[in-house]
């Protein structure tokens, strides 16, 4: 079986066509961060009339890439419906259901946490399962304990602003546009680490939820009661967010590892990529005999790889969507 997978949740237009037996045969993205760099973050209208002008050149560039022939090679077409931005995600879905309805091949709706959080079975040292997944993106933080495909337990989760956006929120502040977890990440390179200490955001609770919110309250109030904010100023302020950030993700991380007693952490999600909270978590975990596991940076953001297999993954287990468009910009993975 052949799915061809379509990813259009945010600002990342992707398209993937993979294989039963042979795995991925072609993927690729395209990304409007230079668009919406210049209003500091993601513009839905803009996202979705990007998403429609570049959909339709992807999938051919995929299929061509593949060596397929849309009407003759692909048995099934699956899309991101949820969580995202309603207009983006419309985009998606009413294009590979009615592609999916006019081949005359089955559709499935994908939820796009869900897929982030099997990404890792896209690589060649698939975890098994059960493991914990620390899913940190632009719009998502969460902990998760995965026990087999559609069977999750949510863990813990932000109460406030993602991890993620408040990357972008500190970006903004210090100047650095969008997207703001890796320039953050470089300008924190030339930051000292002790000129500013921030705290460490619930991590002194007892549970496994986030909150992000105050933190980038403190950049803004530490930024605010500078006599100058020179560059080095900047770097410090980047150096201290991103500490405070990566420590209480590490904190929170190994408590949930401890708590089920699982040996794997798998991180997925945009910020996954960041170079700090891989190499905090890879050394303190391995304290505790608990092996982490990093998609590669292609498979952290989001991508139509991640897709397709999940719609493989649910194709084979029965699932088919009906024949109208329906899609869930709000979809708590409970709700799977």
Known sequence: ??????????????????????????????????????????????????????????IRRVMHAAQLSLNDDIDAVAYTAGPGLMGALMVGSGVGRSLAWALDKPAVAVHHMEAHLLAPLLEDTA???????????????????????????????SIDDAVGEAFDKVAQMLGLGYPGGPRIQELARQGSPDR???????????????????????????????????????????????DAAVDTLRIKSMRAVERTGVQTLVVAGGVGANQKLRRQLTREL???????????????????????????????????????????????????
Not at 11 to 17: N, R, S
Not at 34 to 40: F, K, P, S, T, V
Not at 325 to 333: K, Y
């Open 1 to 58: 079986m052949r799915v061809l997978g379509i990813e259009t949740s945010c600002d990342e237009t992707a398209v993937a066509v993979i294989c039963e037996q042979q795995g991925l045969l072609a993927h690729h993205l395209y990304s409007q961060t230079a668009m919406h760099d210049e209003y500091g973050g993601v513009v839905p209208e803009l996202a979705s009339r990007d998403h429609i002008r570049k959909l339709g050149p992807l």
């Open 127 to 157: 975890p098994g399962y059960p493991y914990v997944a620390l899913l940190v993106s632009g719009g998502h933080t969460l902990l998760v304990e995965v026990k087999a495909v559609a069977h999750y337990t949510l863990l813990g989760e």
């Open 196 to 242: 500013f200490v921030f705290p460490r955001p619930m991590a002194d609770r007892p549970g496994l939820d986030f909150s992000f919110s105050g933190l980038k309250t403190h950049a803004l109030n530490t930024l605010r009661g500078l006599a100058s904010v020179d560059h080095q100023a900047r770097a410090d302020v980047a150096r201290a967010f991103e």
């Open 286 to 336: 391995a304290k505790l005999d608990v092996t982490v596991i990093f998609p590669s940076p292609e498979y952290c953001t989001d991508n139509a790889a991640m897709v397709a297999q999940l719609g493989l993954l649910r194709l084979q287990s029965g699932a088919r969507e009906p024949l109208q468009i329906r899609v869930q910009p709000r979809w708590s993975l409970e709700d799977i």
